[in-house]
């Protein structure tokens, strides 16, 4: 790797690390997939690079939230919260009798409400209202840490122009 790649790598390992850390500390973590999907990806481009960081698309809407009126309900959606309901154990704080499991019924009844609920009021949703505290995870990891990444990307370009220059001085001490 060169002074580039390592300077974009440094600033992407700090964004995916204090990302999935926010990612925790907002509870997006029930089954952990859209954590373990985040990797780092460094890509040659003409003369340059460019990186990325790789997840579940979902991860988006984790950061930015869904609209209301963009909020689709579908079969997929539905089984997807019915999962969440199960892992996060809901099921077992509801119910008939408090710690009774809800019955399949009703687990798909509370996870049509929760569809319903977003597509009304847009994802986040804490409680039945809007909750932006559950947003962010990578827009404010990216603001926070602004001043830190401008600083490698700089120190990263500055190494590189000294290599290059110090490459050129030996190509011309060689012609000489």
């Given at each position: 790797?060169?002074?580039?790649q390592?300077?974009?790598?440094?600033v992407l390992?700090?964004i995916?690390?204090?990302g999935?850390?926010?990612?925790?500390?907002?509870?997006?973590?029930?089954?952990?997939?859209?954590?373990?999907?985040?990797?780092i990806?460094?890509?040659?481009?003409?003369?340059?690079?460019?990186?990325s960081l790789?997840?579940?698309?979902y991860?988006?809407?984790?950061?930015?939230?869904?609209?209301?009126v963009n909020?689709r309900i579908?079969?997929?959606?539905?089984?997807?919260?019915?999962?969440w309901?199960?892992?996060?154990?809901?099921?077992?704080q509801?119910?008939?009798?408090?710690?009774?499991?809800?019955?399949?019924?009703r687990?798909r009844?509370l996870?049509?409400?929760?569809?319903?609920?977003?597509?009304?009021k847009g994802?986040?949703?804490?409680?039945?209202?809007?909750?932006?505290?559950?947003?962010?995870?990578?827009?404010?990891?990216i603001?926070?840490n602004?001043?830190?990444?401008r600083?490698?990307?700089?120190?990263a370009g500055?190494?590189?122009?000294?290599s290059?220059?110090?490459?050129?001085?030996?190509?011309?001490?060689?012609?000489?």
């Open positions: 790797m060169n002074e580039i390592d300077g974009l790598t440094e390992e700090i995916k690390k204090e999935i850390a926010r990612l925790l500390a907002q509870g997006h973590d029930a089954t952990g997939q859209g954590i373990n999907t985040l990797s990806e460094i890509d040659n481009i003409g003369n340059g690079f460019r990186g790789i997840g579940q698309q991860l988006l809407a984790q950061d930015t939230g869904i609209k209301s909020y579908s079969r997929t959606l539905i089984e997807n919260l019915i999962e309901i199960r892992i996060k154990g809901l099921y077992t509801m119910g008939a009798k408090a710690g009774k499991p809800l019955t399949p019924n687990t009844s996870a049509f409400a929760i569809a319903k609920t977003h597509s009304v994802m986040h949703t804490t409680g039945g209202s809007h909750d932006s505290s559950k947003q962010g995870w990578l827009s404010k990891t603001d926070e602004e001043l830190r990444i600083t490698i990307i700089e120190e500055f190494k590189f122009f000294e290059m220059i110090q490459s050129m001085v030996i190509e011309a001490n060689r012609n000489k």
